[in-house]
């Protein structure tokens, strides 16, 4: 099923924003500059990653925003880490596994949720600059 970005992008924001540790009690966005939230500031990259990736392990889709979205991102040193995702304060990176799973839901795809762990699925990735 074809979704638009908008489509998407208001699917994403209904599933993440009201369960985001960012959020005010009045449901609002709690980040200084909302504007820099990297689940939304890239989106369009982030939905592509996601759309362009077909398969059942969660690993894939992960490598794929490490690809297509993170090395795009500012906040990412040149040698693919950062300190942001690090200190788990990235929403695309912390919401991952509800990011990828609304995506595909609304598009008619599953991805296999059998080899999550309690971490998250993106703290399993191996570090180096390929996969970051």
Known sequence: ?????????????????GVCSDRRIDGQCGLEEPADCALFALFPQVARAIQATHSKDIQDYIRAIREGVCSVCAKQAADGTCETRRQV??????????????????????????????????LRVQPGPASH
């Not at 992008?9 to 209904?14: D, M, P, S, V, Y």
């Not at 912390?94 to 762990?117: K, Q």
């Open 1 to 17: 099923m074809d979704r638009s970005l908008v489509e998407l992008e208001e699917i994403i924001r209904k599933k993440i924003c």
């Open 89 to 122: 304060q990235c929403a695309l990176d912390a919401y991952l596994v509800l990011v990828v799973d609304a995506i595909e839901e609304a598009t008619g795809n599953r991805f296999d949720r059998s080899n999550l762990n309690s971490q998250g699925p993106a």
